[in-house]
């Protein structure tokens, strides 16, 4: 069920018309991210790593974007599905690398612990080998604090690929 709405997001995501794209811009309509993701918790800094597929599209150019993100945490006896929502501010550093920042609202649910709301923080650098933002690669350092019982607070990192789609 979580996978599907995801895979909706994603779709929606590609084919919804962000802005009017000329011929020389060089921006993607989305961008796709595979990669892995990991997890620190509080309290106790348990660990957690697993797979994560996310999409990021334009909304305002050089304003705002959407992230919509979906990842699978695993750690011994425990395993988390996660979606999060960020909007983040954009910063183009130069052809081939991007800087954002960004926040939203999180939710995740555990095997054992069930479901969790958060508040997440991120920064976004992504890399463009050749400037024509096709494929590249991404790191995210984030920060999120949990409004449920306990309020966890997780520092993460996710690494990944990029795909532009144009």
């Known amino acids: 069920m979580k996978s599907n709405m995801l895979l909706l997001a994603v779709a929606a995501a590609v084919l919804l018309p962000t802005h009017n794209v000329q011929a020389e811009d060089k921006e993607p309509r989305a961008v796709v991210e595979i990669g892995a993701a990991g997890e620190w918790s509080r309290p106790g800094w348990l660990a957690s790593v697993g797979p994560k597929l996310g999409v990021e599209f334009g909304v305002i ?9 979906g990842s699978s945490l695993f750690r011994r006896r425990q395993t988390e599905y996660g979606t999060e929502l960020i909007f983040k501010k954009p910063f183009t550093l130069s052809d081939k690398v991007e800087f954002m920042i960004g926040v939203g609202p999180a939710y995740s649910y555990t095997t054992d612990e069930g479901s969790k709301v958060a508040a997440e923080f991120g920064l ?29 607070r997780s520092i993460g990192v996710s690494v990944g690929l990029l795909v532009g789609i144009p």
């Open 61 to 69: 150019k050089d304003w705002l974007e959407i992230e919509i993100s």
């Open 124 to 152: 976004d650098f992504m890399f463009w080998p050749t400037g024509e933002k096709k494929l590249g690669w991404f790191i995210e350092p984030s920060y999120s604090y949990s409004f449920s019982k306990g309020h966890e």
